[in-house]
């Protein structure tokens, strides 16, 4: 077996203490658990594999310690996320011992603050309470809370010189901490009395971590409206499989051409569900869904296909990678015959990628894998949308949850028939602004509101000229009520 690579890691965890972790079990996950020396010493470098992708780093107490650890995470493993837990002391007592808190604002002495991002790369560990700020110290203050400290709602010596150099390094960085005393005279006592509670909840923040050692299930669902001359292609793509599904879902939309009777030669190799009548994509991938009894989700449009090893490398990914709950692969694009080059707006990002999502649909339906409970926590495909139906639900998800990219290129998109969507409805940007009106409505974040509104107003303006230039005065002056709305 091959060693971890740096480039593998996309998820650091750093904490202060050793007591603070139950080691062995992390180790009994797969989870590789080292001390910032052992890595200095080239302990990383020394490993035989390991299936996940992230590390623990514990990086020692006090806030030099934590800086050195941070300059060396990012000069040496440059992760996608780093994510710091650990314990802290509460200012005042409105919030409970042993309460998860993710603080929006991180600080140090001088008061120099930074933003965080509250959204948390894994999968969430339980009830997590939203504070305004905490604020790391470079010295204990036990029993000496001052006016100055009492200003936030938690105090640590770690923080705050992790959040700076990974922000500056652009690094997404996250706080996660958990509450162990008061920062009062009894400090001590307190934190020794309730660090085992706190090391029994690490078991629970990384319950997802060791999970796919047995075969992740899948269900593969493929939507199909008259696709006689392509979807024996896909479905077989589907069959020959070197990781098999354990159920294939197809959806005849209405189909009225021969369809229906290539679908009735497979047999009981296939789950056939027939519509009555013509629904679209939504309607029939939502109805897929309803089949499947597997915890993860795969959909392959039917004028594409797979490569043999597609779902095999997806589940490998997620053995290395189990905090994701969503991911993709890369694409090969066949357009009349002949394979073109995307272009580079339609690069695939990896992480957080709501915000460059917003211009275009980023995430391609065959190349997604996704856990069936995330699709129903943001309500399925829209049945509304004729199209952009995925542009509008990896934005409700995307906006909370980051997206895996497995590297193989083992997705076949096929472009240039005439039965293509995108043939039938032209000026597509029009469903895509349906969406964003909706997202903007639904988004309480002040900042997040503001990128949404960024983009909205450029397709509005497009979508103006468009359709003045066409003499369409109504669906004009539609767009121009919205656009003069923001």
């Not at 090391?199 to 992740?216: C, H, M, Q």
């Not at 009735?264 to 519509?275: E, H, P, R």
């Not at 003499?471 to 767009?479: D, L, P, Q, T, V």
Request: aromatic share 10%; hydrophobic share 35%; net charge positive.
């Amino acid at each position: 077996m091959r060693k971890t690579q740096a480039s593998d890691i996309k998820l650091v965890i750093t904490v202060a203490l050793k007591k603070e972790i139950p080691k062995d079990w992390l180790v009994s996950r797969q989870i590789s658990v080292h001390t910032i020396a052992a890595l200095r010493s080239g302990a990383f470098n020394q490993q035989d594999s390991i299936n996940a992708g992230f590390l623990v780093v514990i990086t020692g107490a006090g806030y030099k310690g934590s800086e050195e650890a941070a300059f060396w995470i990012r000069d040496n493993l440059n992760p996608l996320f780093v994510i710091n837990i650990g314990t802290c002391g509460f200012t005042n007592k409105k919030y409970p011992i042993g309460e998860w808190i993710s603080p929006r604002y991180i600080a140090n002495e001088e008061d120099d603050r930074l933003e965080l991002d509250t959204r948390l790369p894994i999968p969430s560990p339980g009830k997590i309470t939203d504070v305004h700020s905490l604020i790391s110290v470079k010295k204990t203050s036990i029993g000496n809370i001052t006016e100055a400290l009492k200003k936030h709602d938690a105090i640590d010596m770690e923080c705050y010189p992790q959040a700076k150099i990974f922000h500056d390094a652009q690094i997404s960085f996250h706080c996660l901490k958990c509450g162990t005393d008061y920062s009062g005279s009894n400090t001590l006592s307190d934190f020794n009395r309730n660090i085992e509670l706190f090391t029994e909840d690490i078991k629970n923040l990384f319950s997802f971590a060791g999970i796919y050692n047995d075969r992740p299930r899948v269900t593969v669902i493929v939507p199909v409206y008259n696709r006689q001359q392509t979807v024996r292609r896909a479905i077989d793509s589907v069959l020959f499989q070197s990781y098999m599904p354990e159920k294939i879902v197809v959806v005849n939309d209405g189909s009225t051409d021969g369809t229906q009777e290539i679908l009735k030669s497979y047999g009981d190799k296939l789950t056939l569900v027939s519509l009555p009548e013509n629904s679209g994509p939504s309607r029939a991938r939502n109805e897929g869904i309803q089949y499947a009894k597997t915890d993860w989700v795969a959909f392959l449009d039917s004028d594409d296909s797979w490569e043999k090893n597609k779902l095999k490398d997806q589940v490998e990914y997620l053995r290395r990678h189990p905090f994701y709950q969503i991911l993709q692969s890369e694409e090969i694009w066949i357009r009349n015959g002949v394979r073109v080059n995307p272009c580079k707006h339609h690069a695939k990002p990896e992480g957080w990628i709501w915000e460059p999502s917003l211009e275009r649909c980023l995430v391609s339906p065959s190349g997604v894998l996704v856990k069936k409970s995330l699709l129903e926590k943001y309500g399925l495909f829209d049945e509304g949308l004729p199209v952009c139906e995925d542009y509008d639900l990896w934005l409700k998800i995307s906006r909370h949850h980051p997206v895996g990219l497995e590297p193989s290129f083992s997705v076949i998109k096929y472009g240039g028939h005439e039965s293509q969507l995108s043939r039938k409805y032209p000026a597509m940007d029009r469903f895509r602004m349906k969406s964003l009106v909706r997202l903007l409505g639904n988004e309480p974040h002040p900042d997040f509101k503001k990128k949404i509104i960024n983009v909205l107003a450029k397709k509005l303006k497009i979508l103006i000229k468009g359709f003045e230039k066409r003499e369409s005065r109504e669906e004009a002056e539609e767009c121009r009520v919205i656009l003069n709305s923001l």
